[in-house]
């Protein structure tokens, strides 16, 4: 089938596929407009039952089906010798120009909407204020601040000026799970904007912007066509999970990024350094370190005060959560135990561990860690595989770099126990590198999460869960492997 569509637009007249690749960008921006004001509907005014969820999940798939027309379109345009101007009316604009102000548009369409069907923006808000404030966010739970009487009174002032905000953060019971970094770029958007969704909105555009300019320098890099930065930029699942649910992946991008960018030009130390900012934001950039490092094993006094610096970086990112406490309530300790959501492949692998565990009588409590640790270390062993590999195929040295850290990036988020659409944007980055169709096909299919809180609504969660997250990833999955069979005597080379 999609060797059909590809050879359909290869038939195509270079003039027409420029206006079917601008009429894209058009749609995109006229459906951010619609979906400004449908959100709407999706406010604290209205009970989950009475939103019109199925016409959103509707609405979501046809726009990603939608972007994967990107996918088929920009090869053929790159093929093409004359790139013509964006010209409409009075105005007109090279075609990199006309990308980026068509994928601004649509964000800054959603600066203003409502949240749909997401709320971890008021734990970013709650803990910026309270260390704006001077007050640790790794002490108290919102649940402690709001119920219980040993509660510090300048912390109870703060839930009564910020309020709404506090009621409102999900798993109340549970103190913050966010690193050092994100906290001190939670406590910047107060500054600017104390307990604003806006303030926090205009920090993630900021963020966006940045990671467009450090995606086209990556491109430039490695002599690839700027278009293929549509694959990002237009990406609707992106837009749709960092401008309008707020996720604060896209404040770790630029450093996540930026590192991987330094690494590429073998700016070791340095990259190593904005890695180590990008897991004070989210930890799992961590996991690309080892990489960075043994590329200066040759210049051991660099290497000893890179890894020193890491590691100090490491030990402010570690010292709040150990200083409170890790029990029941921190929020580290629930995540890296218990989540587990809108997976297929790590509850299958779960089982596995478990029918063997329960075959020498261990707790199902202590087989489920036992998965989670095998998945832990079969990531850190790959980091490892391709730190101390000779040879990665033909590649030269800046597309070695490259294509290792992609590679991390994109298992750790298949294997991961929990896959948000957010953490989608993990991996978004490089598909403008490694456009492979099952992740691509993800935009669309990824819709279908948000139907989990309709079956919710009518108590069915529980019979359809496992049918959703096969419905999601089945697709992926099977692409994946069939363009792994189909490309099995090729080299990994960038289509």
Not at 7 to 21: D, I, Q, V
Not at 57 to 68: N, P, R
Not at 70 to 84: A, G, N, S, W
Not at 306 to 311: D, P
Request: charged fraction near 10%; hydrophobic fraction near 55%; include cysteine.
């Amino acid at each position: 089938m999609l060797n059909r569509a590809g050879t359909f637009l290869s038939s195509l007249s270079p003039h027409l596929c420029w206006r079917l690749f601008w009429l894209i960008g058009f749609l995109l921006c006229a459906l951010a407009l619609a979906f400004h004001f449908f959100s709407d509907n999706f406010s604290y005014s209205y009970r989950v039952r009475e939103m019109p969820i199925p016409t959103l999940v509707f609405g979501l798939f046809l726009t990603g089906c939608l972007f994967i027309g990107l996918r088929f379109l920009v090869p053929k345009l790159i093929t093409e010798d004359q790139k013509p101007a964006f010209s409409f009316s009075f105005i007109s604009l090279s075609p990199l120009c006309a990308l980026f102000a068509l994928g601004l548009l649509a964000r800054v369409l959603l600066i203003f909407s409502e949240p749909v069907l997401e709320d971890d923006y008021h734990r970013y808000l709650w803990d910026g204020g309270v260390l704006a404030h001077g007050i640790s966010p790794y002490k108290y739970s919102p649940a402690d601040i709001l119920e219980s009487e040993d509660t510090p009174m300048m912390l109870k002032e703060l839930s009564s000026w910020a309020s709404p905000v506090p009621e409102r953060i999900n798993h109340p019971d549970l103190r913050t799970i966010y690193p050092a970094g994100a906290q001190a770029l939670f406590s910047v958007s107060h500054f600017f904007g104390p307990w604003s969704l806006t303030a926090w909105r205009l920090m993630i555009l900021i963020a966006e912007m940045t990671s467009f300019a450090v995606l086209l320098s990556m491109l430039s890099h490695v002599a690839r066509s700027p278009l293929w930065i549509s694959l990002y930029w237009w990406n609707p699942l992106v837009i749709k999970e960092l401008m309008n649910s707020a996720h604060m992946e896209a404040v770790m991008m630029p450093f996540l990024l930026g590192g991987i960018y330094l690494a590429m030009k073998g700016l070791y130390a340095r990259s190593s350094f904005i890695l180590s900012l990008a897991a004070s934001i989210k930890f799992w950039p961590a996991l690309l370190l080892p990489l960075v490092w043994k590329v200066l094993l040759k210049r051991p006094f660099i290497l000893c005060v890179t890894i020193l610096l890491s590691l100090f970086i490491g030990a402010v990112i570690v010292w709040p959560f150990l200083h409170s406490g890790l029990n029941e309530s921190s929020g580290l300790v629930a995540y890296g135990v218990k989540w587990k959501t809108n997976s297929a492949f790590f509850p299958l692998f779960e089982s596995l561990v478990l029918f063997f565990t329960d075959l020498f009588s261990f707790s199902q409590k202590t087989g489920s860690l036992l998965a989670r640790a095998i998945v832990g270390l079969f990531l850190v062993g790959l980091v490892f595989w391709f730190a101390f590999t000779k040879s990665l195929n033909s590649r030269n040295k800046n597309e070695r770099s490259l294509f290792a850290l992609s590679f991390i990036c994109f298992t750790l988020f298949l294997l991961s126990p929990a896959q948000f659409p957010w953490y989608f944007v993990w991996v978004a980055p490089f598909l403008v590198f490694y456009p492979l169709w099952g992740f691509v096909v993800l935009v669309p299919f990824m819709a279908f999460y948000y139907l989990g809180f309709y079956f919710n609504t009518i108590d069915a969660l529980r019979d359809y869960k496992f049918l959703l997250s096969f419905l999601i990833w089945l697709p992926v999955w099977g692409l994946l492997a069939f363009e792994l069979l189909n490309n099995r005597r090729r080299s990994v080379a960038p289509v």
